[in-house]
């Protein structure tokens, strides 16, 4: 028998035994358990509830208080005194109790909790125990842990299935098991933080993108990168439909939640990278399953710019302008983003800016002279915005079609760039 062998068989006994002893604990009806939050839907929307579920922490403690444990892990330990991966748990220690005591809380009590939730009538099932044991040893050995990241998404209306937009990486509906798991680990009066969500909003967000991607075990151990992958398909749905869509909230978990994994790893994690932005707007976001592919193409151009500082400069301004709380404001920064794109000349901006607007939108000529003229009237609005004067009463009006003009300019930058950049833009009107 190989040592991974030995090992393997060592683990099974002592996990059988531990499911045993839950077994009999549950039969006398003493499976401890807690109160923790929980939703449901009534006449007026979502509404908290307390349910109870199974004190997982207090159930391992008393499975260690039965019978002789402590010395059959002790046994257990010693019949995997050759197995590697037992060593590269344990062997920190050279004390036998604190060795015994690392193997439980390292590796066979996560194991246990993992096969009580997919048996909680703790019937005995080798196969499942097995494959307990399989996932533990990959994990184990794996050079990255895998996570998913979901970001429910303000202010869209999508399909009922999801969009694949790649590997990994969809939009999708948000389902009443998320609600329920979000208000569970950051909702209500135990989680006061700012950013913890409420049942209106949890009820209010319909759908939400889902990213599953790799973090390295080595260091440093980093969300940097989902996080710049969820930018990006924000900024793609703004620039595919005119809708104001956004996210606030990043909620990064295990996948599966229960995945074996070192400690330094396990919990959920809520977090707001992209601040508090206001979406709630008239106009609201579509997405469908035909979007998929402009949103892949979006992505990619989104990407392959990385490096390009005055497009950079321009998306995230164009960003900000969906995240202010005042339209001066968000005007402003539209008209930044303009200038970084189109006017690096630091000179005439309204006029420069308003012709090159009008060759980048589509549409044929008298598109673009409507094209045109909105954007020196919206520039006139910009200057009288910056220089403190009263906004206008159209304000609002005239900063949703300043939008659209940079959403068809960004788009179209990004998908169809002119050939030669800002001079070959000007030689179009040569032609």
Known sequence: MSDTAAGDAALLSQLRRSCERAQALARADEIPELSVPGLEHGPNGLRPVTRTDVDWRTLMVLITRTGDFWSEMQRTLE???????????????????????????????????????????????????????????????????????????????????AIEIEDDLAIRPLTDEDREALWRGFGGAGNPSEISPTPGQLQAWTHAIDLRWAMPRRSPRSDEAAVQTVTDVVRALRLHHPGVTGTTILWTRLDPPDAPSDTSFEGDRLYAPHGRGLFMHPVRAHVGPGSAEEIRRLLAALRGGAGDKRLQLALRRFNAAYERYDHADSLVDLWIAFEALLVPERSELKFRASLRIARLVSGDADARQRAHLLARRSYDLRSKVVHGEEPPTDLPTALEDTRELAREVLRAWLLDPPSGGIEGLDRQFLA
């Open 79 to 161: 019949a995997c005194a050759h197995d590697r991966d037992i060593a590269d748990l344990v062997g920190w220690s050279t004390v036998a109790g604190v060795r015994s005591t690392t193997l439980w809380s390292g590796a066979l009590a996560p194991m246990v909790t993992r096969y009580g939730i997919r048996r909680p009538d703790w019937a005995w099932d080798e196969d499942l125990a097995r494959w307990l044991i399989e996932e533990w040893r990959i994990a184990l050995r794996a050079d990255v842990v895998w996570h998913r990241t979901v970001a429910p998404l303000h202010n869209l209306v999508g399909p009922g299935e």
